[in-house]
């Protein structure tokens, strides 16, 4: 079975600039997870769709960060325009099914984005 | 905001020997889950053990939850260099329906 697919997996780029992250979950997962890890610490959830639609985005920052989740399926995020303090693994996950979490998540090899 | 806080930060043992990692929290939970991550790579999924169960056991890794603590453990018996890694608490707050991890415990295993 194929895992989750990131790309890029590495990105550098100047502070004000623009950048895109993509995603492919797990064929069948109907959840998909962004996730911001900064080194030395836990992730942290950006924003969750269930299917095509956004569950939760609370700690987004809806100012820079933009996400989608076209056909339920693929999804992109994107910050515009990028700070220091971006520097961080970007990870995305799926789970399967609706929104219990007693559903596993599984993790792609994430995005590591450093903002100079 | 981190609902778990895993103790010890950082630990370092000799293969062979067992590993033990805490994890705290602070509010109710449906459950909890461990997760590991291998430097440079994303999160593999170890067990999830629910709000009613106080002990699981997967291979070598045995899980407790102490919901009046408000705690759980982590053990890795007959530990190897492969089980280097950073370990994750995630525990899913009741009513949240989403995990909340905690900061890690980075775990070295010394040949």
């Known amino acids: 079975e194929a895992g989750v697919a990131q790309s890029p997996r590495y990105k550098i780029i100047e502070k004000r600039q623009s950048v895109a992250f993509w995603c492919n979950p797990i064929?069948?997962?109907?959840?998909l997870y962004w996730y911001q890890q900064i080194l030395g610490q836990g992730p942290k959830l950006l924003i969750q769709?269930?299917?095509?639609?956004?569950?939760?985005d609370s700690q987004l920052p809806k100012d820079r960060f933009s996400a989608e989740r076209l056909k339920g399926v693929d999804s992109t995020l994107k910050i515009q325009p990028a700070k220091l303090e971006d520097s961080a693994v970007y990870l995305c996950?799926?789970?399967?099914?609706?929104?219990?979490?007693?559903?596993?998540?599984?993790f792609g090899p994430g995005t590591r984005l450093t903002v100079l | 905001s981190q609902q778990g806080e895993e103790d010890p930060q950082a630990l370092s043992i000799q293969e062979g020997e067992n590993a033990t990692m805490n994890c705290s929290y602070k509010?109710?939970?449906?459950?909890l889950q461990w997760y590991r991550q291998n430097s440079g790579r994303g999160l593999v999924h170890l067990i999830l053990?629910?709000?009613?169960?106080r002990e699981k056991h997967s291979g070598r890794l045995r899980v407790t939850l102490d919901t009046s603590k408000k705690s759980s453990s982590l053990l890795i018996t007959a530990s190897r260099a492969a089980d280097t890694a950073s370990y994750f608490c995630a525990t899913d707050r009741q009513g949240a329906q989403k995990l909340v991890f905690g900061q890690g415990t980075r775990l070295t295993i010394n040949p």
């Open positions: 996950a799926s789970s399967f099914g609706g929104l219990s979490s007693y559903n596993e998540q599984f």
């Open positions: 053990i629910r709000s009613n169960e």
């Open positions: 064929s069948g997962h109907a959840t």
């Open positions: 769709f269930q299917n095509n639609g956004v569950v939760d």
């Open positions: 509010t109710s939970i449906n459950n």
